[in-house]
């Protein structure tokens, strides 16, 4: 049987609907974008690797205030993902502890513009990686 | 034991020589003025399935003039490639003769004379009578529509699309994806797709909300045909909330979404599909990229882009077929697939001229049925034209050049704008213009004329926004129209520069002077996406403006200058 998550919520309302996402129920979002800080901070003059980490975003923003983006990085036990061209780079930090069933998580971040979005990942050896997306916000219009 | 793609490569040497035969055999005929219907449904059956492919109709039930374009300039890894070749290089390309049927259907030049010799192509009659030879044929053909049907004409406008459903449903298609059709608004567009008889499809049609897939598309639909398991995926186009108004369907997102494409891939072939086919609104160089990323798709049935190539295009071991657009081609693909596989290909595109095709009664009726409530508003003639009018081209046309005149005129500005759309037929000199021909390449939902001030920085930033929709090297960042048209000014446009630097040399016509970022410009133009536009509709400002005319004739564009191609 199909069910779609919104289905699924509908049915979960009247119970603790979240807890059936995992990946959101284990995973801490930061919003501060202070906190997340910078590319340079995290990595603390380490390097990041490409591979292992999915970053999943629209090649054109639909609509740039809201644009939605996931990450996807076995074995990782914290990502942070910014925007590198927003006055203010940092954009979100998920945190995975030891029971969360998959290190995923998705949300919805505001892009002031054309700009590159990256996510880096630190592994739960201490390593980076890390995975780059070039999203365009466009004023849009005359579509074929 | 031979390869698959080396069975691909000899099917593709035997798919041209069908095409290089045709070809041949129409020069020869259009000497002696006698090509037949016979000769332009000629194919020898093959394999054991055939798929059928119309798209971006347009709402063109009736036969028309069609000119494509003479520039259409390829970037990034598909300059020069096909579709991006145009006029004698095209036909140098694929060994066409000048003055050939095949000239005049698939190639730009000399179109005008050409026109009056070979007649209007298209209308839904003709190619009602085309798939019903192919049906007769192959009768369990795959008849499969790539969608910008619902768009396009008086008619669809005000019936809202029921005109080409009713057509559509007597053509009886297996398939459908989308695109101009949202522009019905979400829940006309959820009333017509409940109704249909035949799957409407879109793996990349999403809740806009949750971010999972749209409960009134399916991603794909599984057909058993000559003993074959295939599958069709649905690739709506993936750029409607930002092209068009999202207002309109703020239930929906799009994108291209390949890593899903993949997995509707994986998915419909562990669950035994023989045959993927993906039925596209990607537009081609979009569908090139994907089927360079996406493995295992056997065939993509592209759209949008309105190309219409004469053979197959190889990516891999993925056949990318184009059929044009407004009804002026029917592609017919036969495939070999046995133990699942793809063994081989004969695919013909069939120009639908319509003094050689009868038109099927049946059809020619219920289409005259359509139109019957709005006969007299459609026929109406408003003015003559001198000129040949035709939309495509990747910087103007000189429907668009009339477009931006009017606007100019009827709503005293500086500075027009319009559209960079790829639908609208042309008319030849000499042709009355008919209320319906405005209409053709004018109508819309969102077809209000708007004005406004503009400072020239920000009409900078639109035409580079725009140029950037269309030139960006990477296909996955374009949408797939033409350049915006510009009346009342000119400007030089740099092919090879990167983003936010394409233009400069911005001049207003009609004083010769340069465009001043700092002051403000009365801008007239139409289509806006931004909701709560208000002016009067592009139709009317236009057909007030050909009235006042009483004949059109229009100089050469040249305000346009291009760098870089």
Redesign the interface.
């Known amino acids: 049987m199909d069910f779609t998550r919104r289905e699924t919520l509908a049915l979960g309302a009247g119970a603790a609907a979240m807890t059936l996402l995992p990946a959101h129920a284990f995973a801490q979002a930061a919003a501060d974008a202070e906190m997340v800080g910078t590319p340079d901070e995290f990595l603390a003059g380490a390097s990041a690797s490409e591979g292992g980490l999915d970053l999943t975003a629209p090649e054109i923003a639909e609509n740039g205030n809201t644009v939605p983006i996931s990450v996807d990085a076995p074995g990782a036990v914290e990502v942070r993902v910014y925007a590198l061209g927003n006055p203010t780079p940092g954009v979100a930090t998920f945190r995975f502890g030891p029971l969360s069933g998959a290190q995923f998580a998705s949300t919805r971040i505001r892009l002031a513009g054309t700009q590159d979005v990256q996510a880096i990942a630190k592994m739960a050896d201490g390593s980076y990686v890390t995975a780059m997306k070039t999203v365009k916000v466009t004023i849009g219009g005359c579509g074929g | 034991m031979i390869s698959r793609r080396d069975f691909l490569q000899v099917s593709m040497a035997a798919s041209a020589l069908v095409g290089a035969s045709g070809f041949g055999k129409w020069a020869r005929l259009a000497a002696q003025q006698s090509l037949t219907q016979d000769q332009l449904l000629q194919f020898d059956t093959f394999g054991n399935v055939s798929l059928i492919h119309v798209t971006d109709i347009h709402a063109q039930l009736k036969p028309i003039y069609f000119r494509e374009p003479s520039v259409n300039i390829g970037v990034g890894p598909n300059r020069g490639e096909v579709p991006h070749v145009t006029g004698a290089d095209f036909r140098k390309l694929y060994g066409i003769d000048d003055g050939a049927p095949s000239h005049y259907a698939l190639s730009s030049g000399d179109f005008s004379s050409l026109a009056k010799a070979y007649g209007r192509v298209g209308g839904m009659d003709r190619v009602a009578t085309v798939v019903n030879a192919i049906r007769a044929d192959r009768p369990d053909a795959l008849l499969l529509d790539g969608g910008d049907t619902w768009h396009g004409s008086m008619t669809c406008y005000k019936t809202a699309g029921q005109d080409m459903v009713n057509v559509m449903n007597a053509l009886k298609p297996d398939a459908m994806t989308f ?1 101009w059709e949202f522009t019905l608004g979400s829940d006309r567009v959820a009333e017509l797709v409940e109704g249909l008889p035949y799957a409407a499809l879109g793996q990349n049609i999403f ?2 909300e ?4 749209a ?1 009134l598309f399916k991603p794909y639909q599984f057909f058993e045909r000559g003993g074959v398991k295939i599958a069709v995926i649905g690739q709506a ?8 108004p ?1 207002w309109m369907f703020p239930e929906y ?4 979404r390949d ?1 899903n494409m993949q997995a509707m891939v994986d998915e419909v072939r562990a669950q035994g599909a023989e045959l993927v086919v993906c039925l596209s609104h990607n ?1 081609f160089d979009v569908d090139k990229k994907m089927a360079s990323r996406v493995t295992g798709i056997d065939v993509i049935l592209t759209g ?3 190309d219409a190539l004469p053979e197959p295009v190889l990516i891999g071991d993925t056949i990318l077929i184009a059929s044009g657009s407004n009804g002026k081609f029917v592609s017919r693909v036969d495939l070999d697939v046995r133990n699942g596989q793809m063994l081989g290909f004969r695919h013909k595109l069939i120009p639908i001229f319509s003094d050689v095709i009868a038109p099927d009664p049946e059809m020619a009726a219920l289409i005259d049925e359509q139109r019957a409530p709005f006969a007299e508003e459609l026929a109406e003639v408003i003015g003559q034209t001198d000129t040949l009018l035709y939309r495509r081209g990747n910087f103007n046309g000189s429907w668009d050049d009339l477009i931006c005149d009017a606007l100019i005129s009827e709503r005293e500005a500086d500075i027009a704008m319009s ?5 609208g037929p042309s008319l030849i000199p000499g042709d009355p213009i008919t209320r319906e021909d405005i209409w053709n390449v004018t109508s819309m939902t969102y077809g209000e004329a708007y004005r406004s001030e503009m400072t020239g920085e920000f009409i900078k ?2 035409l580079e ?2 140029a ?2 269309i030139f ?1 090297p ?1 296909p ?2 374009q ?4 350049m ?1 048209r510009i009346g009342g000014m000119g400007y030089r446009i740099d092919l090879r520069a990167p ?1 936010g630097e394409r233009i400069s040399d911005m001049t207003l016509l009609r004083t010769g002077e340069p465009i001043d970022p700092a002051r403000n410009y009365v801008v007239a133009g139409w ?3 931004n909701e709560g536009t208000e002016g009067p509709q592009i139709w009317d400002v236009v057909e007030n403006h050909i009235a006042r005319l009483g004949t059109v004739s229009l100089d050469p564009n040249n305000s346009v200058e291009v760098v870089g191609a």
């Open positions: 695109h809740d806009a949750w971010d999972e897939p409960e186009f993936p750029y409607m909330p930002i092209a068009n999202r997102s799009f994108g291209i890593e537009g949008h882009t309105h559209p960079g759309v790829r639908w930033v639109i926004d725009v950037d929709n960006n990477d996955y960042y949408q797939g129209g033409d915006v983003a289509a806006s996406v």
